[in-house]
């Protein structure tokens, strides 16, 4: 029988201390830390997960800037920034992460000018389109929208993706939600683990013309899970 810890969550809003918040064998997940360390590594994955995208949208010479965008935009948050962001560890080293989002989180953490590197003007200019793609959707109240997950390159095929996922339904669950969804490029694989966690193709979006050139991605399908 797999080894299962949880532990009660803080009161929202809250600073966790605390360094587990569940443990499966030898993945353990814990909350995103305000340090150098922590951010650094979730802004590497964030920029490895959508890599294709980034350099469509800017240059593949641009992507160690974007990862240090990412790295910053997670500093000195107020702390329920942290609580919607965890980190994987297998046996103690960080391997993987996730990051969810909730109604009303985009007047809670906007975007800050001071985070963004100098690129030059064509990059800034497609990573800004490309932001508009991809983050101009309201979060439903009583959902919770899996706004990214990655898993380091050296820890793939361990389960990390699989406990992260159920990190955030607990998480959701606490919250209230009653669903959970992401979105998800068709050509992706990624899709047959969210078939195994019991989340359900809902619609399948094929992208016009400007969103393709934003993206560089033909379709998307949005995925949703009952949380019951």
């Known amino acids: 029988m797999e080894f299962v810890t949880t532990h009660q969550p803080v009161a929202l809003g809250q600073i966790n201390t605390q360094p587990e918040l569940l443990k499966r064998g030898p993945v353990t997940?814990?909350?995103?830390?305000?340090?150098?360390?922590?951010?650094?590594?979730?802004?590497?994955?964030?920029?490895?997960?959508?890599?294709?995208?980034?350099?469509?949208?800017?240059s593949k010479n641009s992507l160690p800037k974007i990862q240090e965008l990412f790295a910053k935009m997670s500093r000195r948050r107020p702390p329920l920034y942290y609580e919607r962001d965890f980190i994987a560890e297998y046996n103690g080293e960080r391997a993987g992460s996730c990051v969810l989002r909730y109604h009303g989180d985009k007047d809670l953490f906007p975007d800050r000018d001071q985070d963004m590197p100098p690129l030059g003007c064509s990059d800034s200019c497609g990573l800004a389109c490309l932001n508009c793609a991809v983050s101009g959707e309201d979060i439903p109240r009583g959902k919770c929208y899996?706004?990214?997950?990655g898993v380091d390159a050296r820890f793939r095929g361990r389960g990390i993706g699989k406990v992260l996922l159920d990190?955030?339904?607990i998480d959701a669950k606490r919250r209230g939600c009653k669903a959970i969804y992401l979105w998800v490029a068709t050509s992706n694989r990624a899709q047959h683990l969210y078939e195994r966690q019991g989340y359900v193709l809902m619609e399948q979006y094929s992208l016009c013309g400007l969103l393709w050139c934003q993206t560089g991605e033909k379709e998307f399908a949005r995925m949703e899970k009952i949380l019951m």
Not at 146 to 149: M, S
């Open 29 to 58: 997940i814990r909350n995103l830390q305000d340090t150098e360390e922590d951010c650094q590594f979730s802004g590497r994955l964030m920029v490895e997960a959508f890599e294709r995208k980034f350099i469509h949208a800017t």
């Open 146 to 149: 899996v706004d990214h997950i």
């Open 167 to 169: 990190m955030a339904e």
